[in-house]
C-alpha cells in the first residue's frame, strides 16, 4: 500500500517560472511532512518541512503547502532555477523524529 | 566534512556471499536511520536506532538482514546470503535529539549490485 504517492513523475518548467510538486497521503497518523531534492549518486538533500500544526512554511525560494483535510501537500518554487532540476522526494512521518515514508519522486526539469 | 558518510560507495557481490556496509552519522546526532532505494522509488525505512537500541525494524529486514550500532556512533548493516534482490541503494541517515524538528540527513549511500 502506497501510503504517500506523488502522482506526476516528471515536471518540465522554464528557468525563471513557478514549479509546483504535488504529494497526496493516505495515512491520518501523518504528522510531520519534509521535502528532499536528490541528485544522481548522491543522498537526498533535506529542503523543508512542515508540521500538521500549520498550513504553510516559507524558506526563500521554497514554500510548502499543507491541505490536511484533503491530505495533500505542495512544494512551491519561486522562481525556478537550472540547478533546482533534480528528483523530488515527499516524505511523511507519524512523529518528527519517526521513520519516514516517501513517495515515488517527481523529476524535476528547469529548461534555461 | 561532518556529513553522513557512508562506505563504501559501490560493492558489486555474487549471490550468495556477504556483505557489510559502514555508516558513521553526523556527531552527536543520536538517532540513526537505514533506508533502501530500489531504481524508480523513493527509500523505503528499513531500522532505526536510538543510540546502541534498534528501536524499530521494517517486515522489510529480513533474517539475512542484521544491523548493529554499538557505541551509539556509527552502525553497520550486513546481509548474508545475498540474492538479485538485495541489489538497491542502501541509504544511512541521521537526526539530532532536539526540540520537534529532527530532521533526517542523509549520507550519499552505497549501490549494491548482486550478481
Known amino acids: 500500500d502506497q501510503q504517500v504517492k506523488q502522482n506526476s513523475p516528471s515536471l518540465s518548467v522554464q528557468e525563471g517560472r513557478i514549479s509546483i510538486l504535488n504529494c497526496d497521503y493516505t495515512n491520518s497518523m501523518f504528522d510531520y511532512f519534509l521535502w528532499y531534492k536528490k541528485y544522481p549518486a548522491e543522498g537526498p538533500t533535506f529542503l523543508i518541512s512542515i508540521s500538521s500544526i500549520k498550513d504553510k512554511n516559507e524558506d526563500g525560494r521554497f514554500t510548502v503547502f499543507l491541505n490536511k483535510s484533503a491530505k495533500h501537500l505542495s512544494l512551491h518554487i519561486v522562481p525556478s532555477q537550472p540547478g533546482d532540476s533534480a528528483v523530488y522526494f515527499c516524505?511523511?512521518?507519524?512523529?518528527?523524529?519517526?521513520?519516514?515514508?516517501f513517495g515515488q519522486g517527481t523529476i524535476l526539469t528547469v529548461h534555461p | 566534512d561532518t556529513g553522513v558518510s557512508q562506505d563504501p560507495r559501490h560493492k558489486i557481490t555474487k549471490r550468495g556471499q556477504n556483505v557489510t556496509f559502514r555508516c558513521d552519522p553526523i556527531s552527536e546526532h543520536n538517532r540513526l536511520y537505514w533506508y533502501r532505494q530500489t531504481l524508480g522509488q523513493g527509500p523505503e525505512f528499513l531500522t532505526y536506532?536510538?543510540?546502541?537500541?534498534?528501536?524499530?525494524k521494517s517486515r522489510l529486514l529480513s533474517d539475512r538482514f542484521s544491523a548493529e550500532r554499538p557505541k551509539g556512533s556509527f552502525s553497520t548493516l550486513e546481509i548474508q546470503r545475498t540474492e538479485q534482490g538485495d541489489s538497491a541503494m542502501y541509504l544511512c541517515?541521521?537526526?539530532?535529539?532536539?526540540?520537534?524538528?529532527?530532521?533526517?540527513?542523509f549520507g550519499p549511500g552505497t549501490r549494491l549490485t548482486v550478481l
Open positions: 536506532f536510538q543510540n546502541e537500541a534498534q528501536l524499530e
Open positions: 516524505a511523511a512521518s507519524e512523529v518528527s523524529y519517526g521513520k519516514l515514508t
Open positions: 541517515a541521521s537526526s539530532p535529539q532536539r526540540g520537534p524538528t529532527d530532521t533526517q540527513y
